[in-house]
């Protein structure tokens, strides 16, 4: 898949669909994460409805954090793919404030 940016408040299906096989989710599980139903994961990837609120903000962020490992993947970076590994299941299982928070910090001080 080619990586591009979306503009702010314009995310994709395809983008979230992107998002969520970069992380290796199953829609309820990245419905989970977000704190949204199981079937809004399907709505937002068919189309049928936009992501909103927080939960659009939180999946523009991952979409920039999938396009990162995407990167690290292609050019196997073995170091940046590490990192990643082992914050990924940290990010899911503390939940989206605390992880995103924890991640950023990490990723300003590299």
């Not at 994709?12 to 290796?24: M, Y």
């Not at 399907?42 to 523009?60: D, F, I, M, N």
Request: with cysteine; charged share 25%.
């Amino acid at each position: 898949m080619t990586i591009e940016t979306p503009k702010f408040g314009r995310l994709s299906p395809q983008h979230i669909k992107f998002i969520r096989e970069v992380f290796g989710l199953k829609p309820h599980e990245l419905a989970r994460f977000l704190g949204a139903a199981p079937r809004s994961v399907y709505r937002w990837e068919s189309g049928e409805l936009p992501a909103q609120g927080t939960q659009r903000q939180v999946l523009e962020g991952l979409y920039g954090i999938a396009c990162e490992v995407e990167r690290a993947r292609r050019n196997n970076d073995q170091k940046a793919l590490n990192f990643m590994e082992k914050v990924l299941p940290f990010l899911l299982g503390v939940g989206v404030g605390a992880g995103l928070a924890w991640l950023f910090s990490q990723l300003l001080q590299r």
